[in-house]
């Protein structure tokens, strides 16, 4: 099997294959965390978000850099309510972004202006030196899905994604 299928194949399954480094750090977190209480937890860098239904059972409030946090798990594009959690819910605020299928990556999220609206980017059809399509929608500030799926064909081999929000409020994309 070449490397490019591989990658592809591995990439479906990241979340439940095993995985040494994840795994431990999950399982410190646990061992360090379990039995504390917390007002708040700020989880910088959640990745596929492997530590945040834990930080919500262990804090009555989980806050990340903006007020949605979005991520990559088994191919899709996930995003979860963050800032509000509810022990007494389970903290199930968590949604797919991406359509299923499309091996979405590189994920970003630009929150757009007072309206609480947030856009979802991300590369489609990207893998091992291929190239595939950028992605987008905006979601509503409790995370429903305000729009459809965007495209425009282009992300470079080796690409991918990030888009800002400019001082006028205009959002800029770069891919």
Not at 53 to 60: E, L, P
Not at 80 to 87: F, L, S, V, Y
Not at 95 to 109: C, D, I, Y
Not at 140 to 152: E, F, I, K, N, T
Request: overall charge negative; aromatic content about 8%; charged content about 20%.
């Amino acid at each position: 099997m070449s490397i490019a299928n591989a990658y592809s194949t591995w990439s479906v399954s990241y979340d439940s294959d095993r995985n040494w480094t994840r795994d431990l750090d999950a399982e410190v977190t646990r061992r360090l965390l379990t039995g504390t209480s917390f007002p708040v937890v700020i989880e910088a860098g959640c990745g596929t978000g492997k530590n945040t239904g834990f930080f919500c059972d262990v804090a009555d409030e989980v806050a990340g850099g903006s007020p949605v946090a979005v991520w990559l798990s088994e191919g899709r594009i996930r995003l979860g309510q963050m800032g509000q959690t509810d022990r007494t819910n389970g903290g199930d605020r968590v949604r797919a972004v991406s359509e299923p299928g499309r091996k979405a990556n590189h994920p970003v999220l630009v929150p757009l202006g007072g309206s609480g609206s947030l856009l979802v980017a991300w590369t489609e059809g990207t893998a091992w030196q291929r190239g595939g399509d950028l992605a987008w929608r905006t979601v509503g500030s409790d995370a429903s899905q305000d729009s459809p799926v965007q495209r425009l064909p282009g992300v470079p081999v080796w690409g991918s994604v990030t888009a800002w929000r400019e001082s006028d409020g205009h959002v800029t994309v770069l891919y």
